[in-house]
């Protein structure tokens, strides 16, 4: 039970940072948080039913459901790409703006268009 | 190897070839041989599919479905892909539009390898997103359609569009986190992920999955809203669409905010909680047109008026997809509905990608977006070089099409739209949302008038390229191919839909009620436009307009979506 209220908390750490957090920094660590989070509820989800790796070799039984962890890979995968596309914006807005406030961003960019 | 088991992943394969072929074009390639490379590509990745869908339809129209899993993997292991009449259908809104779209962004930009690339995975994942049979997959392929659209709206280089494309990104990938949350609810209770499995495994559960396969479908409803843009989640698409270079503009307003409503269907229809989910999406489909309009109503800068038109044609879109997943689409009156609202999609796509192309090339030759300054368009066209006044023809065909004039698609998918909605409560609410309409384009057409004085606009230099008339012409000619055939376009579609083979309704599209109701909308429309250009009127849609938007609303208001959600399936 602890782990589901540890992830849950650090879900909402997540969500609350994109939501009140003016710094676009801030805003993209909070979705990592966030999408982190989802993959350690589904990979704790997957090791309900057994306590070793899922390497299939004699001797080894109990092996947890692969199926979350298979899934989790392509979602790390995919939040990498989200981040790393985000950090990209976020750069590209920091040289156009001179800032990372999520005002003085909207300010200057309502400026010039 | 010709068996359609091996074909039906063509429409994946072949624009993520011709991706590989423009990103190669860009790497390695220089001078002529990059262009040819590049245009190989999207010669592989968007022309040949069309010859796989002309292939499929045989088997497609007589009630076939396909199905393959990719590599020959075992069935519950492998990606399995399902092509039915569904697929089919959104396959030709998805091509007909990004084709046209790419031969545009040739004459108008952005042209690089690199945009080609981008473009045709876009392509790509849409077309899997519609294929796929399994939760988990359609949360991969919804992320790379997103992904590719934000770096699409990104491209135009201004620094509005990345922020557009920011904020889009941070509150639709959030979504999505929350969409995997659904997934893992779904696993947890059934163990299956594809959607089949979960069907049967919350049958087999004594209650049907309770609370928290509730809970787990509100929240993909929730996350799935905020790709389609249905109020009260749809305040990122604005910027996005409006900022955006033109081409993409027509891709995202046509295409990318409606496959993921038509996929979405498959998940709702699993379980009875999201046929009582239809009803309530209807309704807020419903009020989306009509809120949508008036915002679009109150626009000065043009792009941005056609953005807020994709939030209210897609809330008639969505009001009959609603009431179609409420009753089944497997009975009748589901199947009519469900037609209605896809033509509709089908036709909003063209005349919306018109609309956004046609658009698009006048403020690149004016280089004036505002609708209150910009006059006499067609005289700075014809200066271009347009003997022929071709945009302007194409902008008029799209405005009296999304408008419900005849003979045009948009009266057609309109007229089915109030026929199978006749009577119910969105019909009412339709019907207004199609008086502000007229009115707006009324005051969006006013740009091509004559002006009187000579105040001169500095006219782009150079000849627009020949690109970007193929293209309008083209969608064009669509917009008036789809209102002559009528008739035999609505038995098609409810044919491909209904694999039982469901009646046809007869709808008299071209009868004199539903002409004089075409009549009597234009002509409250103009009543409308004359009533906000008086000095009262001008200044509310100056209150509407400058209303204040903040980031955290839409957080906000995706939480009480999927609380709202919940709420009522319980």
């Known amino acids: 039970m602890i782990e589901r209220i540890l992830i849950l908390l650090l879900m909402l750490t997540g969500l609350w940072s994109i939501i009140s957090k003016r710094n676009i920094i801030k805003k993209i660590f909070g979705f990592t948080l966030l999408n982190n989070a989802v993959v350690m509820l589904f990979v704790l989800e997957g090791s309900r039913i057994g306590k070793s790796a899922p390497i299939l070799e004699e001797g080894i039984s109990q092996v947890v459901d692969p199926v979350p962890q298979a899934l989790m890979l392509t979602a790390i995968v995919i939040g990498v790409c989200m981040t790393a596309l985000a950090l990209a914006l976020a750069f590209y807005l920091y040289k156009a703006s001179g800032s990372f406030d999520i005002r003085k961003i909207r300010e200057a960019v309502h400026d010039e268009s | 190897m010709m068996n359609p088991e091996n074909l039906i992943f063509l429409p994946v394969a072949l624009p993520l070839a011709g991706a590989a072929a423009a990103f190669c074009a860009k790497a390695w390639c220089t001078g002529s041989l990059a262009k040819i490379t590049e245009y190989g590509g999207a010669?592989?990745?968007?022309?040949?599919?069309?010859?796989?869908?002309?292939?499929?339809?045989?088997?497609?129209?007589?009630?076939?479905?396909?199905?393959?899993?990719?590599?020959?993997?075992?069935?519950?292991?492998?990606?399995?892909?399902?092509?039915?009449?569904?697929?089919?259908?959104?396959?030709?809104?998805?091509?007909?539009?990004?084709?046209?779209?790419?031969?545009?962004?040739?004459?108008?930009?952005?042209?690089?390898?690199?945009?080609?690339?981008?473009?045709?995975?876009?392509?790509?994942?849409?077309?899997?997103?519609?294929?796929?049979?399994?939760?988990?997959?359609?949360?991969?392929?919804?992320?790379?359609?997103?992904?590719?659209?934000?770096?699409?709206?990104?491209?135009?280089?201004?620094?509005?569009?990345?922020?557009?494309?920011?904020?889009?990104?941070?509150?639709?990938?959030?979504?999505?986190?929350?969409?995997?949350?659904?997934?893992?609810?779904?696993?947890?209770?059934?163990?299956?992920?594809?959607?089949?499995?979960?069907?049967?495994?919350?049958?087999?559960?004594?209650?049907?999955?309770?609370t928290a396969a509730v809970v787990s479908l509100a929240l993909m409803i929730a996350a799935v809203s905020v790709r389609v843009a249905v109020m009260p989640v749809s305040g990122w698409l604005p910027d996005a669409h409006a900022l955006a270079p033109h081409a993409v503009s027509a891709v995202l307003s046509g295409v990318l905010i409606k496959v993921p409503l038509f996929a979405l269907a498959r998940v709702m229809l699993l379980m009875p909680a999201g046929m009582q989910a239809g009803a309530l999406i209807g309704y807020a489909g419903a009020f989306t047109a009509l809120f949508g309009v008036i915002l679009a109503l109150s626009q000065k800068d043009a792009k941005r008026l056609l953005a807020y038109h994709s939030i209210s044609q897609i809330g008639y879109v969505v009001s009959a997809w609603g009431a179609a997943v409420h009753v089944g689409v497997t009975t009748p009156a589901g199947a009519a509905l469900m037609a209605a609202s896809f033509l509709h999609g089908l036709y909003h796509a063209m005349f919306k990608g018109l609309l956004f192309l046609s658009i698009g090339t006048t403020v690149d030759r004016t280089g004036q977006r505002d609708v209150y300054q910009l006059r006499g368009?067609?005289?700075i066209l014809r200066s271009g070089g347009e003997r022929i006044p071709v945009t302007c023809i194409c902008f008029f065909i799209g405005a009296l099409a999304i408008s419900a004039i005849p003979p045009f698609n948009g009266y057609v998918s309109k007229t089915a739209l109030s026929h199978v909605l006749s009577g119910s409560f969105h019909y009412y609410l339709l019907t207004a949302a199609g008086?502000?309409?007229?009115?707006?384009?009324?005051?969006?057409?006013?740009?091509?008038?004559?002006?009187?004085?000579?105040?001169?606009?500095?006219?782009?230099?150079?000849?627009?390229?020949?690109?970007?008339?193929?293209?309008?012409?083209?969608?064009?000619?669509?917009?008036?191919?789809?209102?002559?055939?009528?008739?035999?376009?609505?038995?098609?579609?409810?044919?491909?839909?209904?694999?039982?083979?469901?009646?046809?309704?007869?709808?008299?599209?071209?009868?004199?009620?539903?002409?004089?109701?075409?009549?009597?909308?234009?002509?409250?429309?103009?009543?409308?436009?004359?009533?906000?250009?008086?000095?009262?009127?001008?200044?509310?849609?100056?209150?509407?307009?400058?209303?204040?938007?903040?980031?955290?609303?839409?957080?906000?208001?995706?939480?009480?979506?999927?609380?709202?959600l919940v709420i009522w399936m319980l």
């Open chain 2, 43 to 210: 010669l592989i990745g968007l022309a040949l599919p069309w010859a796989f869908l002309a292939a499929v339809l045989p088997v497609i129209a007589t009630g076939g479905v396909v199905e393959g899993v990719i590599g020959r993997w075992y069935e519950g292991i492998g990606i399995t892909f399902r092509f039915d009449g569904l697929s089919w259908l959104v396959m030709v809104l998805i091509y007909s539009v990004t084709t046209a779209a790419w031969i545009y962004s040739l004459g108008a930009g952005p042209r690089n390898a690199s945009f080609s690339a981008v473009y045709l995975i876009l392509v790509s994942a849409l077309s899997a997103t519609i294929m796929t049979t399994d939760v988990f997959n359609l949360f991969v392929c919804l992320e790379m359609a997103g992904i590719t659209s934000y770096v699409l709206i990104a491209s135009s280089g201004k620094p509005g569009a990345a922020l557009a494309s920011f904020s889009y990104l941070l509150i639709s990938a959030s979504s999505m986190v929350f969409f995997l949350l659904g997934v893992y609810g779904l696993y947890r209770l059934t163990g299956a992920l594809s959607y089949e499995g979960i069907a049967q495994g919350l049958q087999s559960l004594p209650d049907g999955g309770g």
């Open chain 2, 377 to 379: 368009a067609a005289r």
């Open chain 2, 435 to 564: 008086v502000g309409t007229a009115a707006s384009f009324i005051k969006l057409s006013r740009i091509y008038w004559p002006q009187k004085q000579g105040g001169e606009h500095s006219a782009a230099r150079g000849r627009t390229p020949a690109s970007v008339y193929i293209s309008q012409l083209f969608l064009g000619g669509l917009c008036i191919a789809g209102g002559i055939s009528a008739s035999a376009v609505f038995a098609m579609v409810v044919n491909l839909l209904s694999a039982s083979g469901a009646p046809v309704p007869e709808v008299a599209f071209y009868s004199s009620a539903n002409m004089l109701k075409a009549l009597l909308t234009v002509a409250a429309g103009l009543i409308l436009f004359l009533l906000t250009a008086t000095k009262k009127g001008g200044a509310l849609l100056t209150t509407i307009r400058t209303r204040p938007r903040g980031f955290q609303d839409l957080f906000i208001s995706f939480s009480l979506a999927a609380a709202v």
